[in-house]
């Protein structure tokens, strides 16, 4: 049965999605080119690097590493500017009321996200004490479909893949979550997540009872 819930961050416990997709077009607009939001679902769930690499395929450029590297860091400098203000009200909906149901319920919580800028998030938004364990992209370097980040969150909590449920709004998320022999939860569009086990357009929709229904 359920033992651990495994959290993506970014468009799942918070907005951030929409402010990663605006910094990278700006940065794409700044090369001369444009992608789409269709395009953007690939870069969910992705590392800063691997996203930038994608980017530069879609505008057909080739571009020396020392420079792609000062173009990653361009594009978080603009990231980190537009979350800068982010407070506990910037939350999505029902992230707090889930997270307070399975901590009284004794069910292990875990952070399983590509970013770099985790802890400043969940510092900002007060949900560090939730966690009782963070895997983040500072500690694992490979990038989801990978199943590292969530396979290191289980076992920092000392469970069993197979009594996680992981919540994604990724489909490279999700697919990293099979890859680890975990539950998938998808937040988002139903057609893009439908891998996951369940698929839902928020967190309100959840419940401690809906996640047990999935073992
Ligand atoms: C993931 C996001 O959570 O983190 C990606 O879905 C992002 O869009 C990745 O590229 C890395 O984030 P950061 O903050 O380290 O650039
Ligand atoms: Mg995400």
Same mark, same amino acid.
């Given at each position: 049965?359920?033992?651990?819930?495994?959290?993506?961050?970014?468009? +799942?416990?918070?907005?951030?999605?929409?402010?990663?997709?605006?910094?990278?077009?700006? &940065?794409?607009?700044?090369?001369?080119?444009?992608?789409?939001?269709? =395009?953007?679902? =690939? &870069?969910?769930?992705?590392?800063?690097?691997?996203?930038?690499? @994608?980017?530069?395929?879609?505008?057909?450029?080739?571009?020396? =590493?020392?420079?792609?590297?000062? &173009?990653?860091?361009?594009?978080?400098?603009?990231?980190?500017? !537009?979350?800068?203000? !982010?407070?506990?009200?910037?939350?999505?909906?029902?992230?707090?009321?889930?997270?307070?149901?399975?901590?009284?319920?004794?069910?292990?919580?875990? &952070?399983?996200?590509?970013?770099?800028?985790?802890?400043?998030?969940?510092?900002?938004?007060?949900?560090?004490?939730?966690?009782?364990?963070?895997?983040?992209?500072?500690?694992?370097?490979?990038?989801?479909?990978?199943?590292?980040?969530?396979?290191?969150?289980? *076992?920092?909590?000392? +469970?069993?893949?197979?009594?996680?449920? +992981?919540?994604?709004?990724?489909?490279?998320?999700? *697919?990293?979550?099979?890859?680890?022999? !975990?539950?998938?939860?998808?937040?988002?569009?139903?057609? *893009?997540?439908?891998?996951?086990?369940?698929? +839902?357009?928020?967190?309100?929709?959840?419940?401690? @009872?809906?996640?047990?229904?999935?073992?």
């Amino acid at each position: 049965g359920l033992e651990a819930c495994l959290f993506d961050l970014d468009g +799942v416990l918070v907005d951030t999605a929409k402010y990663h997709f605006l910094a990278w077009k700006k &940065l794409a607009n700044s090369l001369g080119f444009d992608f789409s939001e269709q =395009q953007n679902e =690939q &870069l969910k769930g992705i590392s800063r690097v691997e996203s930038l690499r @994608k980017i530069l395929s879609w505008g057909g450029l080739d571009i020396p =590493q020392q420079r792609q590297n000062e &173009l990653a860091s361009l594009k978080n400098s603009w990231y980190v500017d !537009m979350i800068a203000n !982010m407070r506990h009200e910037d939350l999505l909906p029902g992230a707090v009321e889930l997270l307070n149901e399975l901590r009284s319920n004794h069910v292990k919580i875990a &952070l399983g996200s590509a970013s770099k800028n985790a802890k400043l998030i969940l510092d900002n938004t007060r949900l560090t004490p939730y966690f009782d364990a963070l895997v983040d992209g500072n500690i694992v370097s490979q990038s989801k479909p990978d199943p590292a980040v969530f396979l290191k969150g289980a *076992e920092l909590l000392q +469970v069993l893949p197979s009594a996680c449920v +992981v919540f994604e709004d990724a489909v490279a998320g999700v *697919e990293a979550a099979l890859r680890g022999n !975990m539950k998938t939860i998808g937040i988002g569009d139903q057609r *893009e997540l439908a891998k996951a086990h369940l698929v +839902v357009d928020d967190l309100t929709h959840i419940d401690l @009872k809906t996640i047990q229904n999935l073992f």
